[in-house]
């Protein structure tokens, strides 16, 4: 019964390829996230929808490209993969501004 | 602009000992603060928060937190250390409920020795 699952768990690449991270939550929240943790654990939020509506963008490079199909899903699509996209992608989710749930981790590795 | 500070990016206790992960925060609004655990390769999952209800806050797993306006801090206390409790552990602030955005503080771990 997992509350937001993504696929896949791990991600290796070729540096130019493009691939998508693939998030859903069974929590009924109205609210998505994607964060970035760096090889510093460092985790910074990239993306936000509330209700299929884009409401954070932090200047994150257009390669990358957030679509919510539904309430329930948040995918994450990137263009042109570079080196320093090598990261864990997380995907969270919240009902408007409560406690934020986050997925386990999708570790993406371009060589 | 909200930040959080997580003073000391490494921490080594001894099993038994108590816990202390410091944690100062800096908001222009009330914040709402969180303190979220994470084990190796896994998720983020959250110890507990503080939404302007009572200052001291307890989580899961027998850690609490006590929000002090006056020192803008928000530090996380275990009174007893488990070797279970060596993990990642992430201080996070928001604006006080009025946006979605979460910052997180650098993180710090957790060791703990036998």
């Known amino acids: 019964d997992t509350a937001v699952s993504q696929t896949p768990k791990y991600l290796v690449t070729q540096m130019g390829n493009d691939k998508s991270i693939k998030c859903e939550q069974n929590?009924?929240?109205?609210?998505m996230y994607w964060y970035k943790q760096d090889s510093k654990k460092f985790l910074k939020i990239m993306f936000s929808?509330?209700?299929?509506?884009?409401?954070i963008n932090e200047t994150v490079p257009n390669r990358f490209s957030p679509k919510s199909p539904d309430k329930a899903h948040l995918n994450l699509h990137i263009n042109s993969l570079e080196l320093g996209d090598s990261a864990v992608y997380f995907c969270?989710?919240?009902?408007?501004?409560?406690?934020?749930?986050f997925g386990p981790g999708t570790r993406l590795t371009v060589l | 602009a909200q930040s959080v500070t997580q003073l000391g990016s490494h921490v080594s206790v001894s099993e038994g000992a108590l816990v202390l992960l410091r944690c100062n925060y800096s908001?222009?609004?009330?914040?709402?603060l969180f303190w979220y655990v994470q084990y190796p390769n896994q998720g983020l999952q959250l110890l507990l928060k503080?939404?302007?209800?009572?200052?001291l806050v307890k989580g899961i797993n027998g850690f609490e937190a006590e929000f002090k306006k006056s020192e803008t801090s928000f530090h996380l206390t275990k009174p007893s250390a488990h070797m279970s409790d060596a993990a990642e552990y992430f201080c996070a602030v928001s604006d006080g409920g009025s946006n979605y955005k979460l910052t997180f503080g650098k993180g710090t771990l957790l060791t703990v020795n036998p």
């Open positions: 929590l009924g929240h109205d609210t």
């Open positions: 929808y509330n209700n299929k509506e884009l409401i």
């Open positions: 969270a989710s919240s009902q408007e501004l409560d406690t934020q749930y």
């Open positions: 908001s222009s609004v009330p914040p709402y």
């Open positions: 503080y939404t302007s209800a009572a200052t």
